[in-house]
Structures are given as C-alpha cells and as structure tokens.
C-alpha cells in the first residue's frame, strides 16, 4: 500500500478554510490573541510533576469568539500594559564584565561550558545595519566567533562526536602574547540518520509582536522550518498573549498545508503571558514525547512577559526542571526596542536548547534551512571545556568571552553540572591570549608567591585541553584530551591557518566593539578589516564578505560618535 502523499501547497483563504483555519490578512489588527484556547495551560507555581496528567485531545483549530479587549498600548520602541509616553526603549541585556587576566601559578586550570548561541552576532549586524553602536552588554565575542564554519576537519563517529583543533600564534592586538585558538567540530548526523522530531511551536502573539520584523517575520522563518519537514516528523503549535492556548494538535510533517494555515492564522493582540505559554508548549510535548525522537519547544518572542509568571528567575527554575523530562527549549528572538535578550539567553541556557537572533528572511534562512540540522539535531548534551596551563610556559592567560559561562574547576567532572548542547555539524570555538614565560606580564609578580620551579616539569607543553560531554540523553560524560604544544604553534599571524585568522578578525572586532581594555590602540578598525578581508576563503553564501562590510560600518559608527556628531 502506497503512503499517504504530502499534502502541501500555497495558504490560500480557501485551502485553509477547508482546514478549519479562518480567512484573515493575518496583519494583526489586534483583535484576535493568536488561536482558541482549548485548554487551560497548567501552573507554573512549585515543583512539575515527576509526570504530567493526561490531557484532553487537543481538537483542530477553530475561530474564537470575540475576547473582551485587553488594557494596551502600542508605542513605538517598546509595548507594557498602561499608558506610556513618547518612544522608549526598554532591550534588556545580561551584564558581564571582560573576563581577568588569570596568573598562572596561583590559577592555572579555565573550564567553561560551550556556547553555540549566535544571537549576539545577528543583533549586533542589525544595529550597525541601522546605523547605531551596539550596547555594550549586547555583544558576546564567542557568538560572534561561533556563527561562522571554520571548515575544521570532521569526526567519523557519532560515539566521540568532537575532533579538536588548535592553532597557536602570536596576537595581533597585543605584542609580546599569543592566542591559542581551540576549535571543536561536532559530527555531522547523516539525513538519512537523523531521528524524528518531535516540535511545539511556540509563538508570541502579543500586541508587541504586530511589528513586520516580529511576528510575520516569525511565520516566515518557521516557514522555512516547516520546508525540512518529513512524514515521520510531528509538530504542535501553541500561541500566547493574554492567555495562552493551543492552535495546532500534533500533526504530522506530510500535512504542511495544515501547518501554515495554522502559521498564517496568527495575530497579534494583547498582553504577553509566556509563562503560561511555555507551561502549556512542555505539556504538549511530554505528552507526545518519543523516546527515539528529538523532543523540542521552539519559542519565537521578543521576550516581553509581562502577565502571569514573568520572573525571570521562576522562568528558568520552570525551564530547568522540565529539561528533566527530555524536552529541550530553543529561544529565537525578534524585534527591537523591547528585545530582552537576558531572558532569552537565561531560558535558552536553562533548557538545554540555544538561542537565536532573527532580524532578516536571510538570517531565518540560515538558521531553518542551511543550519537545520545544527538547529535542532543535538549530538552531545553538557559539553565542558578544561584547559590547564603549564606555568613553566605561560605565566598569564585569559578566555575571550564565554564571561556568562564560566565554570568551577569541580564542575567539569561532575556530570550533575547543566553544560551547553551542540548540534549536528556546528563547530564550537575558543580563545585564549596568553603571556608566554620571559615576556612582560600584566601585572607584577607577587614578592612572596610560590617559586616557579614548583610547577611540574612538561617538556615543551604550552596547556593541556581537556573536553567533556554526555551523549544525548545519556548521564555519564566521556572525556577527550590532548596536549597542547611547539607542533601546534606558528611564528607569524599570516603563517596561521585561514579558521584562526578569520577567528581573530571576529574576536578583535567583538572586544573593540565591547571597548574591552586589552585591545592595543594601535590595532584600529582598519587593521580589523584587513585581518578579515586576508583570510575570507571560500565564502559560498557571502556571510564572510558580509562581515567585512560589518567592520568598516562599526569604524565609521564609533568615528562618528566619538566627534560626537
């Protein structure tokens, strides 16, 4: 017997009508908050249950009566309940100060979880695209660094998914340093390996998401997600605003045509409930989760909670305890004057799931369609990175970026230490500047500290990486190691392989951005720009060449603001 075709094609009126989907010009008058509520979303308040009851079948999608309108008010720059005067801008970012210069021989063990998030690398591009410098805060040099391929050489088998790189070579910001560049490559799952997926949609409808680069750029990047889809994949959608409620039962990747009727039925209107949003979106998925397939929430939002449970902290407690159920969380964010990319990072890193910034169609194509598989295919869960320093080489060391996830030295063998996840085929990067022994260091050295001699004797050793993870869904972590030396060192920056040298174009113009302390004067934007421009390579999709017209729009923004003009 033959199997049932897909059934997809283009969302008219009347295809969707006979779907049971509504006519509308799905622009978001305001007048409908996203979809019936068909049932209500369950508490967030204490502990979640070691498992959820049973739930009524959630029926197809029909139009809602009117709701009674909510208190809102559309201004631009920013959306709260109540009046609000004149243009406000109210984007939240989480604070962290540039990582120390570590010494050596009083701390010479870094470990840190790995962070494949690219958020900050899009939603830096949209304020210089618009003419602006970034917030400070905004910018976070390993997402930066991470959202682009290196081309590292690939791991072979699934069971050790990583094969590390390192490059060493001297700082082009800094004389008398080197950088040690790590690179993980993650193993690529074959397609025709990949498990099912297992999706909710979870979507903002809120009165803050009617602008065109919030909610109909959401419908069109997932969209894009939906392309991907096969038969043996399911997706739910739950839309959120005053209340939250489901739009779309599972439904199975050959009925496409269900899915985005669902998608162009969207709205927005009202307030933002995105506790109850992401309790119900959990429900959804634990009560149809498979064990053999990839179970993940996927919220669209600008982050704006502000009715029910909106406390950051109760959020990613909520978050943190359900990815005990095997269900991940990614966060993709949109929009701007009332972006919180705090939250949005806190629910990402507390889900087991990564974080995005969609500002563009390109960028929704890059990330649902040329990275699909790193987007949603994980290959290890609670990856940690250890590097010990041999204080008989390196008498000082600091890790640029990562500041948000940093760890204790225990905590890269204990497996109960939440990590960062890594999907299929995306690349993990690293760097450190570190002060070779015999060159001028950053700071005295201590008159009464413990003698160098100490150290252990490692013959021509510069560190020794250490990277540690669990295979998804496992609860023990494996190890891979390797020393780190003279064969990996080069003695000039245009000697280095083409992936470091792009690395420390993109690390030096995230710490010039950031107005980080280390960056010689003399290293200018222009030296940025050439850096990127000599080692741009095969640029297939044109994001390198992209960048270095990023370079030369941050020196003409800060030229600019510095005359004050």
């Known amino acids: 017997m033959a199997a049932p075709a897909i059934r997809d094609g283009v969302p008219t009126p ?29 508490s967030m308040a204490g502990p ?49 100060q540039a990582n120390p210069i570590k010494q050596t021989a009083q ?56 094969k590390p790189f390192v490059a060493v070579t001297p700082s082009p910001w800094s004389s008398d340093r080197q950088i040690v560049h790590i690179g993980l ?25 009617s602008d065109e680069n919030k909610l109909p750029l959401a419908r069109k990047a997932l969209n894009l997600l939906v392309d991907q889809l096969r038969p043996q994949d399911r997706v739910a959608m739950v839309a959120y605003a005053g209340s939250a409620g489901a739009v779309l039962a599972p439904t199975s990747g050959r009925d ?28 959804l998925a634990v009560q149809n989760f498979d064990p053999k397939a990839v179970n993940r929430v996927i919220l669209m939002t600008d982050g704006d909670f502000n009715v029910g449970v909106a406390d950051p902290a109760k959020l990613t407690d909520f978050v943190a305890a359900k990815r005990q159920t095997g269900v991940y969380l990614s966060v993709y964010g949109l929009g701007e004057g009332n972006y919180n990319d705090t939250l949005m990072q806190a629910l990402a890193q507390n889900g087991n799931g990564t974080a995005g910034y969609i ?70 990067t690293a760097l450190y500047e570190v002060t070779p022994v015999g060159a001028r260091p950053s700071s005295d050295p201590l008159r009464y500290g413990a ?67 280390w960056i010689s004067p003399a290293f200018g934007w222009k030296a940025v720009t050439d850096l990127a421009q000599g080692a741009r390579g095969s640029d297939p999709f044109g994001l390198r060449a992209e960048f270095v017209q990023l370079t030369r729009a941050a020196g003409e923004t800060r030229t600019v603001n510095e005359s004050g003009n």
Request: hydrophobic letters at 35%; charged letters at 25%; proline letters at 10%.
């Open 14 to 42: 009347a295809a969707c009508e006979a779907l049971g989907f509504p006519r509308g010009d799905g622009r978001g008058d305001g007048r409908r908050r996203g979809g019936r509520m068909m049932y209500p979303a369950p």
């Open 48 to 96: 979640p249950p070691p498992a959820p009851p049973p739930m009524p079948s959630v029926q197809p999608y029909a139009p809602a009566a009117k709701m009674a309108p909510m208190q809102e008010m559309a201004v631009s720059g920013s959306y709260r309940p109540g009046p609000v005067a004149g243009d406000v801008n109210t984007e939240r970012y989480p604070h962290a």
């Open 107 to 162: 701390e010479p063990v870094s470990t840190f979880s790995v962070d494949v998030d690219t958020a900050a690398y899009a939603n830096v591009r949209r304020f210089l695209n618009d003419g602006q410098s970034p917030p400070r805060d905004a910018v976070r040099v390993e997402e930066l660094i991470n959202y682009f391929d290196y081309g590292y050489a690939k791991p072979t088998d699934p069971q050790v998914p990583f």
């Open 185 to 209: 490559q993650g193993y690529d799952i074959p397609r025709s390996q990949q498990p099912p997926l297992n999706l909710v949609f979870l979507i903002d409808t809120s009165g803050s998401m």
């Open 256 to 283: 496409k045509l269900k899915m985005r009727c669902a998608l162009g039925a969207l709205e927005s209107g009202g307030s933002t409930a995105g506790g109850q949003g992401l309790a119900l979106a959990y429900d």
């Open 359 to 428: 500002d563009t169609l390109n960028e929704a194509r890059k990330t649902f369609r040329d990275d699909f598989s790193g987007s949603l295919f994980p290959i290890a869960d609670d990856v940690k990175i250890q590097v010990e320093f041999n204080p008989k080489a390196v008498s000082e060391y600091r890790l640029i970026g990562y500041e948000t996830r940093l760890l204790n030295r225990e905590d890269f063998n204990n497996d109960r230490v939440d990590a960062g996840e890594v999907g299929s085929g995306t690349s993990v």
């Open 451 to 517: 003698p160098l001699a100490r150290a252990p004797a490692v013959t021509g050793e510069l560190a020794f990486l250490k990277v540690r993870y669990k295979l998804p869904g496992g609860a023990t972590s494996r190890l891979i190691e390797r020393p780190i030396g003279p064969a990996d060192t080069y003695g000039r920056v245009d000697q280095a392989p083409e992936a470091t040298r792009w690395a420390l174009a993109v690390a030096g113009f995230g710490q010039k951005l950031r107005g980080d302390p």
